[in-house]
């Protein structure tokens, strides 16, 4: 047939790489007039994204960035993290998102993994980057993103230039090339509980795969949450963690408003909100925990706001406290080195006739499989499992967006696609309906007398219990049981709640059989704050130590 | 950098190749007891799909099929179509639609010139297929499409097997393999009116792609028709035509309710659209008048309709006749070399507040093209004109899922690529908001007094005028002007219209300066009918011929 083919046509002008900038077409026609936000004080036009993209890439090229290299940032959510996820793939270079909330030890070791020949530094991160410069290997140019109104720490970087004054000094035209769609164009690093972090990468043709499914199932859904072109967009998921779910891209192709918060700060955040008409994000549970919980809160209409939850489950007692101040809450899933996203939680039709807590239960699901996704639930031996919402096993996934491996780590590569799919290390069941629910962590698990303990369904189950904030249940060795569920709980400001209430509350559930007498956790620890990693998610681990 | 990504990873374990197969994880998870439903007598849920289209595979398999080879069929828009749609490409084969309304010696053509080894032959299309089965000198094995009801006449075909007999001596399962996404998927024969017919053709790569990113841009929009998860969908562009547009394989991505009508007869499909509950569907304008106007159409609740009008141009008079019936009518926009859709008209936030007329209008445009494409309206020298909504000139557009050329015609493939952008041969401006609309067809383009005059316009204003039913604006050579227009009217039954009225009506848009006095028709002549193409667009070069 191949042969035939080529006799079909003279050249190859009709290939179209899936790249980046072919992103760019239909919001550059369509959506010039369009504002993009940043903190409620720097407004500009995708006209002006335009040609400022186009100067970032000659004030790179002017440092001597070709295609293949690595531009590292270190900034805020901002505009010009936007500008980077364009200009310096589109550019044939690679884009790391430095995570700034690791150690400065941790950072230097990303940077240098990752080779970054250029790195941005925003003002707050001088005192970082001042520390460590010394251990940075590969990096031969910085770049200072100089913050109006914040002051530079005295420093002895040699920066090459400030972000503003070498895009002032770029043309607004750059011939930005076509090459393969498998180039790299983007890498961070996971932060996992044990060990080094790993570095994941994704492709040009990965990142517009996961930009246009993704969009298409945001748009699609009967009911409930759907981003349209008529939404106002504001990430709370970092812009170095996952490229903030992809959703940026997405935002960009659809043209809508975009509104950029800078370092998250919950008041300023809330401003944001109301006085941009925010109306779609995405976040961490604990991020919107503390939104609602902000002094700013109460005087903020949430009433248009739409926001997907992920990271972490959603514990259906933080959903029904947003779903109550008007907000539409719903779960998504996903992970580091999937792009992130694999499923969102979707109302069926008719759901608006169900009762208050069935639409919470719904709107907290692990979800529906984005189209392309293929995600199994499978047995030890990648068997699947019956979709009868009861079977559980680890979630297996291929989907055209998945890191291909860990950067420069052939064994945990190997590890990570063993039999041909990607492995979550999630516990999860799948209803009739399709319907995805993760139940734990494979690393999380609590196995007590014999049984699998689902420590997500305690969770749920004790934070819906009145002044009840925050908790974690964690599994503690038990020579009796082999373990035993210990819940860790912060109380909400004010409220009595002894450890005998929780325990009765999780109780009452066994009697329908909802949950075995194993889940009733032997102890319930009442604590200040829950230990969290670098991107807002509780850490078991820490927790477990904290514990034994 | 390939040497780095070989060192990163043990395997290509997360290669994701783009095949048609992939589309179905989603909806067969998720939308198991969902209904497909035949001209409502025959009613089956997507996991009867799911076996079906594994029978199907084994049923072709028995045949002999194998990859690389091309099955066409004969069939009116049905669940075996469908099941063509999915099966035939997804064994590594070719599905050939064959246009049943060009004449015998055409389809005899189409399928010696694809080398169709099967052909699917329903009873209807017996008597054709006799008439030819003599000239075809590839296809090797006959399947009868035994419809319920209908009764094959005398014939001397060796048919292998009937379609339904076929299917329940398969498996419902069949390992469908995984190959290169560049794989041929689909082919079919445009009907231009001139020369033989040619073959265009599409890889699993393509289709893929016009699926994810259709479905992208149908779901999105602000206001107006969305194409969602709650919708009931049903074709009325004919599924051998340029996969009628593709949203079969969007509807079933989608998991939503799909009604299939056999062949178009407007009495049974305004039954179907009340008795099914259809919300979707897509046709050329002539099916939609044919639809309004006959006996049925009076008392057919038609107000959760929402219709796309492609093929060629909505007229504004058609829109208006729509919208009064309470149809969400849109035009799009796209041709069988492109897969075939490349914009959408859509109205803007706020388009509430417009007035009638001005919604029409905007409901009427060429529209805004679809995520990923990338259209140009350029000069002769392959120029950029500019977005002014005035600067007229040809689409050009690159996009992942046009046709790579015509189906061994090197000659007219490297035309249709000149330049690295397939030529559409439309003559459109665009304006600031990057709203696309189509003036004339390149080919049709009246050039008066030295003026270009769009015969769009005045059929739309034409189309306009009480009693006109429909209008086909055409030119003539003219000495003293080098042509002139002419316009060729059908009236409402017992409407009382004169050819003075008509010029009377186009005249009195001259003063605002909307048009040129070049524009007024020289001749109005009354007619029956308009000539119509096979695929039911008016066949401007046989009207010419007609008038000279």
């Known amino acids: 047939m191949s042969d035939d083919v080529k006799t079909a046509q003279a050249s190859n002008a009709y290939a179209y790489p899936l790249l980046i900038k072919q992103l760019l077409h239909t919001p550059f026609a369509q959506a010039q007039e369009q504002e993009i936000v940043y903190r409620g004080q720097l407004r500009m036009s995708y006209a002006t994204l335009r040609e400022r993209i186009a100067r970032l890439a000659n004030g790179l090229a002017q440092l001597g960035v070709e295609y293949g290299n690595t531009v590292a940032v270190m900034d805020w959510d901002s505009h010009r993290y936007l500008e980077s996820y364009f200009a310096i793939p589109m550019m044939g270079a690679v884009l790391q998102t430095v995570n700034v909330r690791l150690s400065p030890a941790e950072i230097a070791y990303t940077i240098n993994h990752a ?144 509104v950029y918060p800078g370092r998250y700060v919950p008041e300023r955040l809330a401003r944001l909100i109301e006085d941009e008409g925010v109306t779609f994000s995405h976040c961490v549970g604990t991020i919107l925990h503390m939104l609602l919980t902000c002094a700013e809160a109460k005087a903020t209409d ?149 049984e699998w303990v689902s420590s997500l369904e305690i969770e749920n189950l004790i934070s819906q219990y009145e002044g009840v904030s925050e908790v974690a249940v964690i599994g503690i060795k038990d020579e009796k049981w082999g373990e035993r569920p210990v819940a860790l709980v912060v109380l909400k400001e004010g409220a009595a709640v002894t450890e005998e209430d929780i325990k009765q509350h999780v109780l009452s559930f066994t009697a329908s059989g909802r949950i075995s007498k194993y889940a009733v956790p032997q102890i319930v620890k009442f604590v200040e704050a829950l230990a969290r990693t670098s991107v807002g998610k509780v850490n078991k681990k820490a927790l477990r130590e904290q514990i034994a």
Not at 420 to 446: C, M
């Open 115 to 258: 080779g970054a020949e250029v790195l941005f530094v925003h003002t707050d991160f001088i005192p970082v980057v001042e520390s460590i410069k010394d251990q940075l290997e590969t990096v031969r140019k910085f770049v200072w993103i100089d913050e109006p109104g914040s002051e530079a720490p005295a420093h002895t970087i040699a920066f090459s230039n400030e972000y503003e004054a070498m895009l002032a000094a770029g043309s607004t035209s750059y011939d930005f090339p076509e090459f393969d769609e498998n180039t790299r164009a983007t890498t961070f690093y996971t932060t996992g509980t044990t060990g080094l972090p790993k570095g994941v990468y994704f492709t040009h043709r990965q990142l517009v795969l996961h930009t246009i499914s993704l969009m298409a199932a945001l748009a699609a859904p009967i009911a409930g949450q759907r981003f349209h072109r008529g939404d106002v967009y504001m990430p709370l998921t970092p812009m170095f963690h996952v490229h903030a779910w992809g959703m940026p891209y997405i935002a960009t192709v659809m043209g809508v408003k975009q």
């Open 302 to 450: 949430f009433s248009k706001w739409k926001v997907i939850i992920g990271g972490s489950a959603l514990p259906q007692g933080l959903a029904a406290s947003a779903v109550a101040r008007g907000i539409d809450v719903f779960a998504g899933y996903g992970m580091s080195e999937t792009c992130p996203v694999l499923s969102l939680a979707q109302l069926p039709a008719g759901a608006e006739k169900l009762d208050a807590g069935e639409q919470i239960h719904l709107r907290c699901k692990t979800g529906l499989p984005v189209p392309l996704v293929d995600l199994r639930v499978v047995d030890d031996e990648m068997a699947d499992l019956a979709h009868d919402g009861k079977s559980t096993g680890e979630i297996v996934a291929r989907a055209p967006w998945l890191t291909q491996g860990y950067w420069k780590n052939p064994e945990a590569s190997e590890q990570l696609w063993a039999g041909g799919y990607l492995h979550t290390q999630d516990i999860a069941n799948i209803d009739a309906t399709g319907n995805v629910q993760i139940t734990d962590r494979l690393k999380d698990v609590i196995k007590s007398g014999g």
